[in-house]
């Protein structure tokens, strides 16, 4: 009896014991027997990992996500820009023909389109007037003449006075010089072709009274052409005489090559130009005067360039940059190389600094990359064509 009671006071005070915990410290006791456990697991699966591994190589090798792309090769090359300005196309010989002398326009001889030769009756004005003038004149110096070689005659036997023998000689001059003069207003009432040439215009019209300086047809000379152009001032000394020029002549769709004839050296004020002499390049037969055409003249070349698709050049905070792939271990990963660029013309740019020949510059594809990405590089047509090429 006395054993029950001590055996139950031992179970009440263990008790009473218990309930004295709180409930933090029984939720740490909790978690470190979880932790335990859990040291406990991982060392299990540790260890079946590794006897797994010791079967099967790949396991547990994760597969590397890897972007598809192209690449350019970085070598030197020959790199070129032109700038590309307006022309058109003169001739030295466009002129408008006009008469030297008052007339009415008598007869017209010939039309729009004619061909005509150098001296060919174009017009001719009524000359009635000069006519009646240059026979007074002759009947006058048939007696003038007359009269000259008797006063001689009678100056040689010493008869008359020497003023009467020179008045008769200066009357007799002065009747031949405005003879000469009447002939020659009459040769200019016939207006006449300056040179070979298509009538271009014809202004006046038969019956209308000509006036000194009044055009009344043109007449230009097709083979007498070349192209001129005006040039800004920045470019004074890089376009020289004898340089390459590509002419686009957008009436015909056609593109041919000249040559720069002559370069200005004088600097037009209003507009800040020079002006360019080109000649018009073979191959053209219906070319028209004052005709719109396309130049490209080359400003800069470089034979040993570092050039790359402008498409390629991409922006961030530190400026422009291309990526450029290089090999890490077994794999091909892309990385920023920040360049310096020159100028651009037809979808490449120069390249100044940054690059070095032999790396690889990620081309197609490029828009899908950042610092860092696994890449798979592709050999497209055209790279393998210029293969083919090179080999044979």
Known sequence: MKNLVIITLLTGLFLSGCSNKTEIEQKKEELTEY??????VKLKISALESAILELDSTFGVKEIKKTLITTIDVKPSYFEHKIEMRGSVKSRRNVTVGSEIPGKIQKIHIKEGQQVKTGQTLMTLDASVIKNNIAELKTSIE????????QANLWKQ??????????????Y?????????ANSQLDQSIIKAP??????EVIAKEGEIAQPGMPMLRIVNPGDVYIKSDISERFIGVFKKGDEVEVFFPAQNKTLVSKIKSVGQ???IQNRTFEAEIEVPEGLSDITTNQVVVLKLKDYQNQGAIKVPTMVIQQDSKGSFVFIIVKEGSNQIARKAHVETGVSYENNTEIIDGLNQGQKIAHKGVRDLAEGVHVTIRVDSDQMTAQNVSKD
């Open 35 to 40: 932790l335990a456990e859990l040291k406990n």
């Open 173 to 181: 001059e002065s009747l031949e010089r405005k003879l000469a003069t």
């Open 158 to 171: 010493k008869i008359g006075t020497e003023i009467q023998f020179l008045q008769s000689k200066n009357n």
């Open 195 to 200: 040179f070979n040439g298509t009538i271009d």
């Open 266 to 268: 004088v600097i037009n």
């Open 143 to 150: 007696l003038a003449k007359t009269v000259y070689e008797r």
